[in-house]
C-alpha cells in the first residue's frame, strides 16, 4: 500500500517538475550563500576569508544598540519609514484609480507614459536636479514659493524640512511606475460585474467602492505585506546624496550609518549585523501583518 | 486532448527549453576571467637576474601581468592599442589590463580580495581597513627591502614610503602626487576692476572678498557678485583653516604630545573668520547645500570671484569661461595661500594617491617578484611616462622646442582611446620629463604648486593606523565637520561649539587620542 | 458599456481629473525633457542656464562625440542582449514555479513559500554571492548577470497569487478533457494572464536594462559591459569636485561635458521608455472576458 505522500508525488508529477528550475534557483542563488549572514557573528575580513576570520558572537549587536546615536537612528529611520507607507504608498493606487476613469484613450496612454518617466532618472541626477530647484540661491521653486506664500522656506537644509522633500521627491520618482501594476490588476476586473453595477444603478462612486476596490484589494494586501518586509530600510542612495551637516539629525538613518560604518571602514560584519536585525524585524513584520491579512478574510501570502 | 497533441505540446516546451538553455550556454561561453589562466611565467635558471640588469630579460619570455587600475573614461584600449603593444615591447610582458570604473573600485576590490585570487598587480587604496588587513594577513609581498636594487625606485621619497606603509613595511609602491598642489584661483578681471592685487595676507584676502561683493567687480551696475563660493565639499574650510596655524589633522601641543585639530586655540579663530565671511554675504548663501558637481559654475556666470581648492582647479576653470566666450589671456590667474598670524602655510596632499600593490596569488615565487618590480620600476623610465601619460610620439603627440605638444583632441577618440586610463599604473618615481608646453595658467600653476612645497604642513600622524579610527572615524569626524558648518550658518554658537568638542570626545575622541599618541610615540 | 449619463458632480470631477493627471505628467516629464534639451545645448549654455526646455544654440556635439567610437553601440547591444535574454529566463523560471506553487493541494506548499519569503528578507551578501557565482565558473559571462537574479521573490509571490485568482472552472474542465498540468499552464492560464505577463516581462526587463551593479561585480572584460555600467560612471565622473582629494588624479582627468552626460542618459533611457507604450495594449481592458462560466 502507497504512502499517502508517494501517491499525491505521482499525480502532482508534472507539477514537481515545473517548480524544479525554480526551487534549483534559490537553493543555488539564494541559500548557498546564505552562509554570509554568519559573517555578523564574526570579524570578517575579505581576504582572510569566512573561515578564519575571528568569531566574536553578538558583540556587534552589542555595539550597534549601545551606540549613542542608535535611538536617533531608529527615530529617524521609523519616521522615515511611516511617512513612506502612509504618504508615499497610496499614491499610485489613487493615480491608477484616477487614470482608470479617463475615457479618451490617448490622453490616457500619454499621461501613462509620461508618468513612468522618473523612475528611469538616476538619483543623481535628481539630487542635482533637487538642488537646482529649491536653492535658496536663485532655485526657481525656493523663490516661486516665497512670492506665493512669503515663506522662504530652505529645504535642503531645514531638519524640519527634510522629511516632507524625501517623500516628496520619492513621490514624483516612484509614483507612475506603482501605477503599473495597479492598471495590470485593474484590467483584469471582470467587466462583467462593473455592467451588473451599472444596471443595478450604481453611481461612480459606489462602482468604484463595490466593484473597483474589493478586485483590486488582493494586489493591494499583497504590496502591502511585502513593502513591510522592507520596512526598515530607506533608499540609501537617496538619502546619502540629501543629506548635509545642517540636516543629518534627521537624515542619518540605519542605511547611510551603514554605509559610512560599514563600506568605506571595510567593516563588513558591522553592516551585516545591522542588516540581520533589519531583516528580523521585517520577517516579524511580514508575518504579522500577513495573520492580520487573513483575519481580515484577505488571500495573505499564503 | 489526443495523445498526439499532448506530444506536441510537449515538443513545443522542450524546444523552448532547449533554446533557453542554448541561450544561456552561449552566454556562459563568454570566456574566463583573466585571472584563470597561469600567472607567472616559468622559473628561471638565471635565477638572480637583479631588475637593474635588463641585458637578460631578453632572454626570458614575456611575463604575463595582469593589472587592475581604474578607469576614469569608458573608451578603454584593448591588447590591440599600439600604446600597449610599445609598453610590452620595451618591457618585455604580455599585459592584460582590468579595467574598474573609477566610482566602484572599493567594491570591486573587497570582492577580488574576497575571492582570493587576485591580479599580480593592482591599485589599492592604502587607507582601506580590507586592504590593510589584507596587506598584514599575507596578501601582498612587503616591497620595502627589494626597492634598493632598482635605479628608479631607490630613488622614491622615504617619507612617503613611510606615509604610504602599513606597520611601518611596504606592501605598495606609492603613486606619486605633487605635494603642494592647493591654491587660491581670482578672476583676474575683478581684480583689476577693484584695483587690488595678489592677496598676501588674510587681511588682504578679506578685503579682496569684500571689494567683490560690494564694489561691483563686473562693472554691470548691479549688485549680484559676491567673493567666494564653497560648494557641499568642505576642502577649502580645510585648506584654510590651516592658513590661521590649525595644524593639519594632528599637531604637536608643545610637549610632544598630538591633539587633533579641532582642539587648538587656533581651529576657533580660523572658525570666526569663517563665520565673519558667511555673514557679510562673502560667501555664497547656500555653500552648505551646494551640489559639487556646478562648484564651478558661480565663478564662470559671473557670480563669484574667488575659489580655494587645488590650483589646477584655475585651468579648469579658465578652459569653461574660454568655451563661453575665447580670448588670449586666461580670465582666472592662481596664487598661494595668503600669510596667517602663524606664517605661510598651507594644506599638502599626502603626496601620493593609492599604492600599486604585488599579489603573492599571481606572483608566486621571489624570482617573479623581481621581475614584477622590474616592470614597476621600468615604468619610471622616461620614455614609459611619456608613453603612459602622453601616448606615442608622432601619433599622440610631437616634440616641439622640446615641450610636448598633443595632437589629440579629446575628441578624437579612436586614438585617445590607446592610451586611456593607462597612466594609472604609473609610480612617477624616476627622473623629470618634458612637460606640455606651457600656457600661461599652466606655468602659474606649476609655479605655485612649486613655491608651496616650502610651506606645506605635513600631517605627524599620516603613516600611523588607528583602530578607534576604523571602527568609528567617520562618526567622529561627523561630528566636527557637522559642527563647523553649524557654526558658520549660525546655527550653534561658541557654546555649542564647545559641546560638539565635547561630543567628539566622549564618543571615543579621548580613545582615539590616546591610541594616536602610542602609535606616535612608538615611532623610533 | 458605461452610462452616458453624467450628473454635473461627474462632469466636474472628470474634469478635475484630466487637470491634475495633467499636472502630474508634465512635472514628471519635464526634467527628462530638460535632459534630451541639454544633450543638444552647448557645453557653455548648460552651465549658464540652470533649467530649460529649448536650447538656446543647439549643438549635436554630444551625440557625435559618444557615437565616434563604437563603444557605445556595443554596450548598448550587450544590454539589448542581456534585458531580452534575461527577461525570457526571468518568465521561465518565475511562471513555472509560481503555476505549480498556485495549485492549493501541492504537498509542501507551506514549506516552499516559506523558504521564498525567508530568501527575501535574509541574504548572504555579496561576497557569498559573488563566491557562489564565481565557484560555478561563471565569473565574466553574461550568464553570471542573469542568473543570480532569475527570480524576483516579489514578482513570484504576485504572480502566483493572480494564478490563484483564477476561476478553478477553467482547470477543471481542461484536465477532465485530458490536459497534463503543462498543458494547462501554457493553453489555458498564460493566454489568460497576458496583463500580468506583461506587467512583470517589464518589470524584470527594466530591471535588467538599469542594473549595473551585478556587471561590474561580474564582469572584468571592459569590453562586456552594458550601458549602464557607462552611464553611471559618466554620471559619477561628473560628480567629482574639482579637488575633491579622493581623485587624486593628475591633470590627466576632466570631467565629462555635462551636454555628453545628458546625451548619455537619454540614449540610455528611450529604448526602455518605449517599451511599456507597446505593451499598453495588453492592459486593455476585458481580458477575461468570455472565461467560462459554468
Avoid at chain 3, 565616434?68 to 514555479?97: E, Q
Wanted: charged share 20%; glycine share 8%.
Amino acid at each position: 500500500m502507497k504512502p499517502a505522500w508517494a501517491v499525491r508525488l505521482r499525480r502532482d508529477k508534472w507539477l514537481y517538475i515545473l517548480l524544479l528550475p525554480g526551487l534549483l534557483y534559490f537553493i543555488v542563488f539564494k541559500y548557498l550563500p546564505m552562509w554570509g549572514v554568519a559573517i555578523a557573528f564574526q570579524n570578517f575580513q575579505p581576504f582572510v576569508g569566512f573561515w578564519n576570520s575571528e568569531w566574536v558572537g553578538f558583540e556587534h549587536f552589542r555595539v550597534f544598540f549601545s551606540n549613542p546615536d542608535f535611538t536617533r537612528l531608529l527615530r529617524n529611520t521609523f519616521l522615515l519609514a511611516v511617512y513612506d507607507l502612509v504618504f508615499f504608498f497610496p499614491a499610485p493606487i489613487i493615480v491608477a484609480l484616477l487614470l482608470n476613469e479617463l475615457r479618451i484613450a490617448i490622453f490616457k496612454r500619454l499621461v501613462q507614459t509620461m508618468v513612468y518617466v522618473p523612475h528611469f532618472i538616476s538619483m543623481v541626477i535628481v539630487a542635482s536636479m533637487t538642488y537646482v530647484f529649491l536653492t535658496p540661491q536663485g532655485g526657481v521653486l525656493y523663490e516661486l514659493i516665497a512670492q506665493l506664500t512669503g515663506a522662504k522656506i530652505n529645504f535642503l537644509s531645514d531638519p524640519d524640512w527634510f522629511r516632507p522633500m524625501i517623500i516628496l521627491q520619492i513621490m514624483w520618482k516612484e509614483t507612475g511606475w506603482g501605477t503599473i501594476i495597479f492598471l495590470a490588476a485593474l484590467a483584469s476586473v471582470d467587466v462583467e460585474q462593473y455592467e451588473a453595477a451599472i444596471v443595478d444603478g450604481a453611481s461612480r462612486l459606489q462602482r468604484l467602492w463595490h466593484v473597483t476596490l474589493p478586485a483590486i484589494s488582493h494586489v493591494i494586501v499583497i504590496l502591502l505585506i511585502l513593502r513591510l518586509g522592507n520596512f526598515l530600510d530607506n533608499g540609501f542612495e537617496q538619502i546619502f546624496l540629501m543629506t548635509n551637516s545642517l540636516n543629518r539629525s534627521v537624515a542619518d538613518v540605519f542605511d547611510t550609518y551603514v554605509y559610512f560604518v560599514g563600506i568605506t571602514q571595510g567593516a563588513f560584519s558591522y553592516s551585516t549585523a545591522i542588516g540581520l536585525f533589519k531583516s528580523v524585524v521585517g520577517i516579524v513584520l511580514i508575518y504579522g501583518s500577513n495573520w492580520l491579512a487573513k483575519r481580515f478574510g484577505q488571500e495573505g501570502l499564503y | 486532448m489526443t495523445k498526439d497533441r499532448v506530444w506536441k505540446l510537449s515538443g513545443k516546451l522542450l524546444l523552448a527549453a532547449v533554446m533557453m538553455m542554448s541561450v544561456l550556454l552561449a552566454a556562459c561561453s563568454g570566456g574566463n576571467a583573466n585571472g584563470d589562466k597561469p600567472a607567472a611565467s616559468k622559473p628561471q635558471s638565471t635565477a638572480d637576474s637583479g631588475g637593474a640588469d635588463d641585458g637578460n630579460a631578453e632572454t626570458l619570455p614575456p611575463l604575463k601581468l595582469d593589472i587592475m587600475v581604474p578607469a576614469f573614461n569608458t573608451e578603454l584600449p584593448d591588447r590591440s592599442s599600439p600604446v600597449i603593444q610599445a609598453l610590452e615591447q620595451y618591457t618585455n610582458t604580455e599585459i592584460h589590463m582590468q579595467f574598474v570604473p573609477n566610482s566602484s573600485y572599493g567594491d570591486k576590490m573587497n570582492i577580488t580580495l574576497a575571492s582570493g585570487r587576485l591580479p599580480h598587480i593592482m591599485v589599492v587604496d592604502r587607507n582601506s581597513a580590507s586592504y590593510i588587513n589584507a596587506a598584514r594577513t599575507g596578501a601582498f609581498w612587503e616591497l620595502g627591502p627589494y626597492l634598493k636594487d632598482y635605479p628608479n625606485l631607490s630613488q622614491a621619497n622615504p617619507i612617503i614610503l613611510n606615509n604610504s606603509s602599513v606597520d611601518g613595511k611596504t606592501f605598495g609602491i606609492y603613486r606619486g602626487r605633487t605635494l603642494g598642489r592647493m591654491g587660491v584661483t581670482i578672476n583676474r578681471e575683478w581684480m583689476a576692476n577693484v584695483g587690488m592685487s595678489e592677496p598676501k595676507t588674510i587681511d588682504e584676502f578679506y578685503a579682496l572678498l569684500k571689494a567683490f561683493k560690494e564694489n561691483d567687480p563686473d562693472r554691470n551696475n548691479k549688485d549680484d557678485t559676491y567673493g567666494m563660493v564653497v560648494s557641499k565639499y568642505a576642502g577649502p574650510w580645510d585648506i584654510m583653516q590651516i592658513w590661521f596655524g590649525v595644524p593639519n589633522k594632528w599637531g604637536e601641543d608643545g610637549s610632544g604630545k598630538l591633539i587633533p585639530a579641532h582642539m587648538t586655540p587656533e581651529y576657533k579663530e580660523a572658525l570666526k573668520f569663517f563665520k565673519k565671511l558667511y555673514d557679510e554675504g562673502l560667501v555664497n548663501e547656500d555653500f552648505a547645500v551646494m551640489d559639487p558637481a556646478v562648484w564651478l559654475d558661480p565663478i564662470v556666470n559671473g557670480q563669484a570671484g574667488v575659489m580655494v581648492d587645488v590650483a589646477d582647479a584655475a585651468r579648469r576653470i579658465d578652459n569653461k569661461m574660454q568655451e563661453k566666450e575665447a580670448r588670449d589671456t586666461p580670465y582666472v590667474d592662481v596664487f598661494q595661500a595668503p600669510v596667517g598670524p602663524k606664517g605661510h602655510r598651507d594644506m599638502p596632499t599626502s603626496g601620493y594617491a593609492n599604492v600599486l600593490a604585488v599579489s603573492k596569488s599571481a606572483v608566486k615565487t621571489e624570482d617573479d617578484l623581481k621581475r614584477v618590480l622590474t616592470f614597476l620600476d621600468q615604468l619610471g623610465d622616461v620614455e614609459m611616462q611619456m608613453l603612459l601619460g602622453y601616448g606615442i610620439e608622432g601619433r599622440h603627440y610631437e616634440m616641439v622646442d622640446g615641450y610636448i605638444k598633443p595632437l589629440t583632441t579629446p575628441e578624437d577618440k579612436a586614438l585617445v582611446k590607446e592610451m586611456e586610463s593607462l597612466n594609472q599604473m604609473l609610480t612617477f618615481i624616476g627622473p623629470a620629463t618634458p612637460t606640455l608646453e606651457m600656457t600661461e595658467i599652466n606655468a602659474k600653476i606649476a609655479e605655485v604648486q612649486l613655491a608651496n612645497e616650502e610651506i606645506v604642513v605635513s600631517n605627524p600622524a599620516e603613516p600611523l593606523i588607528s583602530e578607534v579610527y576604523a571602527q568609528m572615524g567617520q562618526q567622529l569626524d561627523n561630528i566636527i565637520a557637522d559642527a563647523r558648518i553649524q557654526y558658520i550658518v549660525g546655527q550653534i554658537d561658541d557654546k555649542g561649539l564647545d559641546d560638539a568638542i565635547a561630543l567628539w570626545r566622549s564618543s571615543g575622541g579621548d580613545k582615539y587620542i590616546d591610541e594616536i599618541n602610542t602609535l606616535y610615540a612608538a615611532i623610533p | 458599456m458605461v452610462s452616458k449619463h453624467r450628473t454635473v458632480g461627474e462632469r466636474l470631477f472628470d474634469g478635475f481629473n484630466y487637470i491634475a493627471l495633467a499636472a502630474f505628467a508634465l512635472v514628471a516629464a519635464l526634467p527628462f525633457v530638460y535632459m534630451i534639451a541639454g544633450s543638444f545645448a552647448t557645453e557653455a549654455e548648460l552651465t549658464e542656464r540652470d533649467f530649460f526646455l529649448i536650447p538656446r544654440d543647439w549643438s549635436i556635439a554630444a551625440y557625435q562625440y559618444i557615437f565616434s567610437s563604437d563603444t557605445i553601440f556595443r554596450s548598448i547591444g550587450v544590454s539589448v542582449f542581456i534585458t531580452v535574454a534575461g527577461t525570457l529566463t526571468n518568465l521561465a523560471f518565475t511562471l513555472t514555479m509560481a503555476y505549480s506553487l498556485s495549485r492549493k493541494d501541492l504537498m509542501g506548499r507551506r514549506l516552499f513559500m516559506n523558504m521564498i519569503i525567508f530568501s527575501m528578507l535574509f541574504s548572504g551578501g555579496m561576497i557569498p554571492g559573488y563566491l557562489v557565482v564565481k565557484e560555478l565558473g561563471l565569473i565574466d559571462s553574461y550568464a553570471a548577470v542573469i542568473l543570480p537574479g532569475a527570480i524576483s521573490a516579489f514578482n513570484l509571490i504576485i504572480i502566483r497569487n493572480f494564478f490563484q485568482q483564477l476561476p478553478p472552472g477553467l482547470e477543471e474542465s481542461a484536465r477532465i478533457d485530458g490536459c497534463t498540468e503543462l498543458g494547462v499552464l501554457w493553453r489555458i492560464v498564460l493566454p489568460l494572464s497576458k496583463p500580468v505577463i506583461a506587467t512583470f516581462g517589464l518589470f524584470y526587463a527594466v530591471g535588467h536594462w538599469n542594473n549595473f551593479f551585478s556587471a561590474l561585480l561580474y564582469l572584468n572584460d571592459h569590453k562586456k559591459w552594458p550601458l549602464q555600467v557607462m552611464l553611471r560612471e559618466i554620471v559619477m565622473l561628473s560628480q567629482l569636485a574639482v579637488g575633491d582629494l579622493s581623485n587624486m588624479d593628475p591633470n590627466f582627468v576632466t570631467p565629462p561635458d555635462q551636454a555628453v552626460k545628458m546625451a548619455v542618459i537619454v540614449v540610455g533611457t528611450v529604448p526602455i521608455l518605449c517599451v511599456y507604450p507597446f505593451l499598453q495594449k495588453h492592459f486593455a481592458k476585458g481580458v477575461l472576458l468570455g472565461s467560462i462560466k459554468g
